[in-house]
């Protein structure tokens, strides 16, 4: 019996599935920890820290302080499965991020978990947010990251562009350094750019990031990290069915940028990032690509025509962007203006 054809034969619209077989970088699991224990003022005195494996010759990363010796300051974040505190290290003073997964999770998604972790601890740049270790209590999972006091680039605005272009230049450099390690992101859009007091720019949840979102807000990051995702992606009828993560993370650097500049998801004035997914599955796949304002310089124009390339055989790498004039621009001397909007 001949199967009923599909209405739109030219896309695809998979719903988002939680991926746990492909890794950024295979790794061996770290060895085990003893078991997590309470002490008797009911404090975590012996949760196992999960650090990362490394090779032969090479230095092993700094251990992180134990999980009893972080005081937790305040949530600075939260989802259907965990929440994120802002902790400080009791004897030295220094704050951390500290994500805390909600329950147990089952053995593959902790061992996807570990293996992301120990990838993130040997990851040293800095527009990359360093992971510090990983901790297990009583099954439950808790990551210790860098903390970027000045919060993320969700909400804001960037308008001018020698700003812009110092922002653009430190990811760049972050997604080179990720993709030189065969590291693919996945899922770059301004809430995993942080910022701090600085004015230093860091890329965060590469890696484990993927499986965090399913863990942290399944609801919310699905549709959210559809509204960032390559035409390619989507639709895996192009490009032959080949998926080219280091041209799709170009892609979402490009129109994560853009919507710093403009203030707003820059895909259509009435379509949002939080609206339905298959309207914005249509509008990334078959509308023309975004693009700067007419009133933008030419070299911004240029720079971001060429992350959103529809065909991903013509966007630049991390690499070559960096050689791109709009980024090239001189650095500014005053402090970044962030407007909220």
């Not at 997590?36 to 990362?52: D, I, R, T």
């Not at 939260?78 to 805390?100: D, E, N, Q």
């Given at each position: 019996?001949p199967?009923?054809?599909r209405r739109?034969?030219?896309?695809?619209?998979?719903?988002?599935?939680?991926?746990?077989?492909?890794?950024?970088?295979?790794?061996?699991?770290?060895?085990?920890?003893?078991?997590?224990?309470?002490?008797?003022?009911?404090?975590?005195?012996?949760?196992?820290?999960?650090?990362?494996?490394?090779?032969?010759?090479?230095?092993?990363?700094?251990?992180?302080?134990p999980?009893?010796?972080?005081?937790?300051?305040r949530?600075?974040?939260?989802?259907?499965?965990?929440?994120?505190?802002?902790?400080?290290?009791?004897?030295?003073?220094?704050?951390?991020?500290?994500?805390?997964?909600?329950?147990?999770?089952?053995?593959?998604?902790?061992?996807?978990?570990?293996?992301?972790?120990?990838?993130?601890?040997?990851?040293?740049?800095?527009?990359?947010?360093?992971?510090?270790?990983?901790?297990?209590?009583?099954g439950?999972?808790?990551?210790?990251?860098?903390?970027?006091?000045?919060?993320?680039?969700?909400?804001?605005?960037?308008?001018?562009?020698?700003?812009?272009?110092?922002?653009?230049?430190?990811?760049?450099?972050?997604?080179?350094?990720?993709?030189?390690?065969?590291?693919?992101?996945?899922?770059?859009?301004?809430?995993?750019?942080?910022?701090?007091?600085?004015?230093?720019?860091?890329?965060?949840?590469?890696?484990?990031?993927?499986?965090?979102?399913?863990?942290?807000?399944?609801?919310?990051?699905?549709?959210?990290?559809?509204?960032?995702?390559?035409?390619?992606?989507?639709?895996?009828?192009?490009?032959d069915?080949?998926?080219?993560?280091?041209?799709g993370?170009?892609?979402?650097?490009?129109?994560?940028?853009?919507?710093?500049?403009?203030?707003?998801?820059?895909?259509?004035?009435?379509?949002?990032?939080?609206?339905?997914?298959?309207?914005?599955?249509?509008?990334?796949?078959?509308?023309?690509?975004?693009?700067?304002?007419?009133?933008?310089?030419?070299?911004?124009?240029?720079?971001?025509?060429?992350?959103?390339?529809?065909?991903?055989?013509?966007?630049?790498?991390?690499?070559?962007?960096?050689?791109?004039?709009?980024?090239?621009?001189?650095?500014?001397?005053?402090?970044?203006?962030?407007?909220?909007?």
């Open positions: 019996m199967g009923r054809s739109r034969p030219d896309l695809t619209l998979p719903l988002p599935q939680r991926d746990l077989t492909s890794l950024a970088v295979p790794l061996p699991l770290p060895p085990s920890s003893a078991p997590s224990s309470m002490s008797s003022s009911g404090s975590l005195s012996g949760a196992a820290s999960l650090g990362a494996p490394t090779s032969a010759g090479s230095a092993p990363p700094n251990p992180p302080p999980l009893c010796e972080l005081e937790r300051v949530c600075i974040g939260s989802g259907a499965g965990g929440t994120v505190w802002m902790v400080r290290h009791r004897t030295t003073g220094c704050a951390y991020a500290l994500k805390v997964l909600y329950g147990k999770h089952d053995d593959a998604v902790r061992r996807q978990i570990v293996r992301e972790v120990a990838i993130l601890r040997t990851a040293e740049h800095p527009a990359v947010v360093r992971c510090i270790g990983m901790y297990e209590l009583d439950e999972l808790q990551i210790l990251l860098e903390y970027m006091d000045g919060g993320s680039l969700e909400g804001h605005r960037i308008a001018d562009e020698r700003f812009l272009a110092h922002l653009a230049r430190q990811v760049l450099s972050g997604i080179a350094y990720l993709h030189r390690r065969h590291i693919v992101h996945r899922d770059i859009k301004p809430s995993k750019l942080l910022i701090d007091s600085g004015r230093r720019v860091k890329i965060a949840d590469f890696g484990v990031g993927r499986i965090l979102n399913q863990i942290m807000d399944p609801c919310n990051s699905s549709v959210g990290s559809i509204a960032y995702m390559s035409p390619e992606r989507i639709n895996t009828d192009l490009n069915g080949a998926y080219d993560g280091y041209a993370d170009i892609w979402s650097f490009g129109l994560t940028i853009l919507e710093v500049y403009l203030g707003r998801f820059p895909l259509g004035e009435n379509l949002t990032k939080q609206g339905d997914w298959a309207a914005l599955m249509s509008a990334i796949c078959h509308s023309d690509s975004p693009q700067a304002p007419r009133d933008a310089s030419p070299e911004f124009k240029n720079f971001i025509s060429l992350c959103l390339q529809k065909n991903p055989a013509n966007r630049p790498t991390a690499l070559r962007l960096l050689q791109h004039p709009f980024v090239a621009l001189p650095q500014p001397q005053l402090h970044m203006r962030v407007t909220d909007e």
